[in-house]
């Protein structure tokens, strides 16, 4: 991969270096370049846990940093939240009065089925740089000489607040978990205010009868919820997307574990899919917790029709690479969320979602297009969790233990799926049997 190398003029006087030693060696350059000098979508996002296509130019917060920039210029600065950038180093050149940043790390790799995540490029802001380029375009193609002056004289009175991160490249396994903390903390902010502003525009008014229903007031659909609230619309679309019906054949639905920041984003353009889910909403919440709560007995054999007794394994068994347990234990049995269950055992996403995905596979339609089950899930987690717990714990073993990397991997999704689904073919093909040898 080569450098990427992004630079642009600015005055010294607009730049300010800060120095911090902990939680790891770095340096953060805070900048306030001139939006004629800074070229919009000139640096790559690969390292924002949410894409910014030109498309999300018509969401309600896109709109709002436009018409900033459009009537307030000179306020932009300090009104807009800004760019975030990781960056290998940062360079001032005095002479030329011109600021250079370099990326060594910065394009997603896709490698097996993984989706890798670069270190460097914009972290957070993505939606900002995407109006600003936007806007840029938009004025250079201006034929008529008075309104372009006009046009490129706003952007030249707005400055855009860019903070360059630069890590000491010593500590480098402390800089991964670093970045994604940073990446997920600044993240949080702008993806609550969206998922507000779609609560008060009615797009979850379906699945808000449903779950307000069956959880009153326990589901969070804009960010001042009471704090009683056990989880989030988007904690709820997360496991609904593993059912999607846009998951057929060789598609995966690893997205709701790798990129749940763009959750919100696959049910504005899938909203049709998750609608067809409403009968099964709410069993496939409870199949969430009743796979979670019993995921511990499915790894010791304590379930199904063959289990006389349970064997003697144990997840402690089960290590990262710097020798500590992979699965914690609560102290105190956790409630789950959707169910009554309760468990001891933390079960990460990463190790659950591909397991409860694969029970996309008893999901049948209706005559109306609606979902229903070919069989009650539970029982058939019953029946068939040991085994499915077994492949899982495989590829497990094969990924080194990390349930980072066993989330973001389709092919697992893949092999659990096609397990459920030969179950489900067999026991079609056994009740057609017994339904010729009936008749017979």
């Known amino acids: 991969m080569s450098d990427k190398v992004v630079s642009f003029r600015i005055s010294k006087d607009s730049i300010r270096r800060v120095h911090f030693s902990e939680p790891v060696k770095h340096e953060v350059v805070h900048l306030y370049p001139n939006l004629l000098d800074y070229r919009g979508k000139s640096i790559p996002d690969g390292n ?5 296509d030109e498309f999300l130019l018509t969401s309600a917060v896109a709109k709002s940093i436009r018409n900033t920039l459009v009537e307030h210029p000179e306020e932009f600065k300090a009104i807009n939240r800004g760019l975030l950038v990781v960056a290998k180093n940062a360079h001032f050149d005095d002479a030329r009065q011109e600021f250079t940043i370099t990326l060594t790390d910065w394009e997603r790799g896709f490698v097996e089925g993984i989706t890798e995540i670069p270190k460097h490029g914009l972290a957070d802001g993505g939606t900002t740089d995407q109006v600003i380029a936007d806007m840029q375009k938009e004025g250079e193609s201006l034929v008529d000489s008075e309104d372009k002056d006009e046009w490129l004289a706003g952007l030249r009175k707005a400055q855009i607040h860019m903070e360059v991160l630069v890590f000491d490249e010593t500590e480098e396994d402390d800089i991964a978990d670093a970045i994604t903390r940073i990446c997920q903390g600044r993240n949080t902010s702008q993806q609550v205010k969206s998922w507000s502003i779609a609560d008060f525009e009615g797009n979850w008014d379906w699945l808000k009868n449903i779950l307000n229903a069956r959880y009153p007031e326990q589901i969070a659909f804009e960010e001042n919820s009471k704090a009683k609230c056990k989880a989030t619309v988007l904690d709820v679309l997360a496991i609904l997307n593993l059912f999607h019906p846009y998951y ?154 990390n349930f980072n990397v066993l989330g973001r991997d389709a092919n697992v999704y893949r092999f659990l799926y096609e397990a459920v689904q030969s179950k489900r073919d067999h026991e079609e093909l056994s009740k057609l049997r017994a339904q010729i040898a009936k008749k017979r």
Not at 48 to 52: I, Q, V
């Open 48 to 52: 924002n846990p949410r894409s910014h």
């Open 248 to 401: 057929q054949g060789n598609k995966s639905p690893t997205s709701s574990y790798s990129s749940k920041g763009s959750i919100q984003k696959l049910y504005e353009t899938r909203q049709a899919g998750f609608v067809q889910l409403e009968p099964v909403v709410v069993s496939i919440l409870e199949l969430h917790d009743y796979i979670y709560a019993n995921f511990q007995k499915a790894y010791r054999g304590e379930i199904g029709d063959e289990s006389e007794e349970a064997t003697k394994k144990s997840l402690k068994r089960y290590r990262s690479k710097d020798g500590k347990e992979v699965f914690k234990q609560h102290k105190a049995p956790k409630p789950l969320n959707f169910t009554d269950l309760a468990t001891h055992l933390k079960v990460e996403p990463g190790m659950l979602f591909p397991v409860l995905a694969a029970f996309r596979a008893l999901l049948q339609t209706n005559g109306d297009g609606k979902l229903k089950w070919f069989c009650d899930p539970k029982e058939f987690w019953d029946k068939n969790g040991c085994e499915l717990m077994e492949r899982l714990m495989d590829s497990f073993t094969q990924h080194k233990n």
